[in-house]
């Protein structure tokens, strides 16, 4: 599941769950939407996801880079390690802020 939602200058993304192939086909809508609120700062809650593949990394890029080219910043929160794998194995870790102080009450596994 991914939820969104916005602040005077942040959208936050809250992904539950898998964030892969079977999930494709609502990622259009959210990055239409997440775009179309044009927020300076984007900040990804990743402490629900349970997988990753490189599908949900295509979407999490698709997401960094809209929000760089309005000229603002997409940032990683309570994303572990395999994800961060995922996504430096795609060449995109760099397109991401990653928030190491932040600390998931409960993170799936």
Do not use: Y
Request: charged share 25%.
């Amino acid at each position: 599941m991914i939820e969104i939602a916005a602040s005077a200058t942040t959208t936050t993304v809250t992904v539950t769950g898998d964030l892969d192939l079977a999930e494709r086909a609502q990622f259009p809508e959210v990055t239409a939407r997440v775009s179309g609120l044009r927020r300076q700062l984007l900040v990804i809650d990743m402490c629900e996801v349970t997988f990753l593949d490189s599908t949900g990394a295509a979407f999490l890029i698709a997401l960094a880079d809209a929000a760089i080219k309005r000229g603002g910043a997409a940032v990683l929160r309570g994303a572990d390690d395999r994800e961060l794998f995922v996504l430096e194995i795609c060449g995109a870790l760099g397109n991401f802020r990653i928030d190491a102080d932040h600390r998931c009450e409960q993170r799936a596994s």
